[in-house]
C-alpha cells in the first residue's frame, strides 16, 4: 500500500484551510470551514490554524485503543484548551472543520466522518463503502436559494445567515468539530474487515464534488482514477467542472492509501 495526497487552494491569495496526514495507523483529513465574515475579531488563530492543530492532534492519536469518537473528542478538546483563554470558542464565528478518519487496525478499517467530508473504501467485491453526511449540505442548499437575489451585506442577508449558522451544532441541524466534544455523538462511523479493503480515500467537500456535485464518476471510478492517475488528477478534473459550470471554487483535498496509484504531488 502507499499513501498519495494532493491539495489545492480553491482561492488565489488565501490560504488553503484544509489539512490532510498519514501514519502508519491510517489517514485524517480536516476541512476547515473559512470565509466567515468576523472570524478574525473573536479567534486571531484562523481556520487553518485550527484545522493543522485538531489534525495534528488526530493522527498523533489514531494507533490508540480507544473508538475513534473517544479520538476526535479528546482532539476537540485539546485544541479548544489552547486558545480558549485568548479567543472567544463558543461564538458561531469561531473555527470549526468537518473531520474525517481512517484507521488502520488489525481486521478492521475504521472510519469516522463528522460534516461534509468523506470517506470512501474500496472493497474487492462489491461497490465501494462511502461515508457522508448530508445533513450539512441539504440544509445550506435550503438557504443558498432564499439568498438569491439578496444584495450582500444588507441586513436579510446577514439575518439568512446568522439563521443558517444557527442550525450548526444543535438539534435538527447540521454537526462539525468546532469547542464541544459532544459532537462526536453525531458522526458516522462503520468499519469493514481488512481483508476485503483495496483503496481507501479520503476527501474534503471541495474534492468530492467530482461525484456528488458534477456526477462526473460514481465512487468505483473515482477510487479507479486515484489508483491509476493519482489524487492531482480528481482535483484537476473537479477544478475543469467548476470553470465550465461557473461554480465557485473551494479548497479540494484528497488523501489515500492506493494499491496501485503513483504518489499524488501537494499543491
Same mark, same amino acid.
Given at each position: ?17 484544509? %489539512? ?34 485538531? &489534525? ?66 474500496? !472493497? ?11 445533513? *450539512? ?36 441541524? %447540521? ?14 462511523? &462503520?468499519?469493514?474487515?481488512?481483508? *476485503? ?16 456535485? %458534477? ?8 477510487? !479507479? ?31 489515500? !492509501? ?10
Amino acid at each position: 500500500m502507499r499513501v498519495v495526497l494532493a491539495t489545492d487552494a480553491g482561492h488565489p491569495g488565501r490560504t488553503n484551510e484544509d %489539512f490532510a496526514g498519514a501514519v502508519r495507523a491510517g489517514l485524517v483529513l480536516v476541512d476547515g470551514a473559512g470565509g466567515i465574515a468576523g472570524a478574525g475579531e473573536v479567534c486571531h488563530h484562523g481556520v487553518a490554524w485550527y484545522a493543522s492543530r485538531l &489534525g495534528g492532534a488526530l493522527l498523533g492519536m489514531l494507533s490508540a485503543d480507544r473508538s475513534l469518537r473517544a479520538v476526535l473528542a479528546e482532539g476537540i478538546t485539546r485544541v479548544t484548551d489552547i486558545h480558549r483563554g485568548t479567543c472567544d470558542v463558543t461564538h458561531p464565528s469561531s473555527p470549526h472543520a468537518a473531520v474525517a478518519m481512517l484507521r488502520l487496525s488489525g481486521d478492521l478499517v475504521e472510519h469516522l466522518v463528522l460534516g461534509d467530508a468523506v470517506a470512501v473504501v474500496g !472493497r474487492a467485491s462489491g461497490e465501494p463503502s462511502v461515508a457522508h453526511d448530508p445533513r *450539512e449540505v441539504v440544509i445550506a442548499r435550503s438557504y443558498e436559494r432564499r439568498l438569491v437575489g439578496v444584495a450582500e451585506g444588507s441586513g436579510e442577508y446577514r439575518r439568512l445567515l446568522a439563521e443558517l449558522r444557527g442550525h450548526r451544532n444543535n438539534p435538527g441541524g %447540521f454537526w462539525v468539530a468546532k469547542d464541544d466534544p459532544q459532537v462526536v455523538d453525531e458522526a458516522v462511523t &462503520g468499519s469493514c474487515p481488512t481483508g *476485503e479493503v483495496t483503496t481507501v480515500a479520503l476527501l474534503s467537500n471541495g474534492a468530492s464534488r467530482l461525484v456528488d456535485t %458534477f456526477g462526473l464518476t460514481d465512487w468505483a471510478g473515482l477510487l !479507479r482514477l486515484l489508483d491509476g492517475d493519482g489524487p492531482a488528477e480528481i482535483i484537476r478534473r473537479v477544478r475543469e467542472a467548476e470553470a465550465r459550470h461557473g461554480v465557485a471554487t473551494d479548497d479540494a483535498t484528497v488523501v489515500g !492509501r492506493s494499491a496501485a496509484g503513483r504518489p499524488g504531488d501537494a499543491r
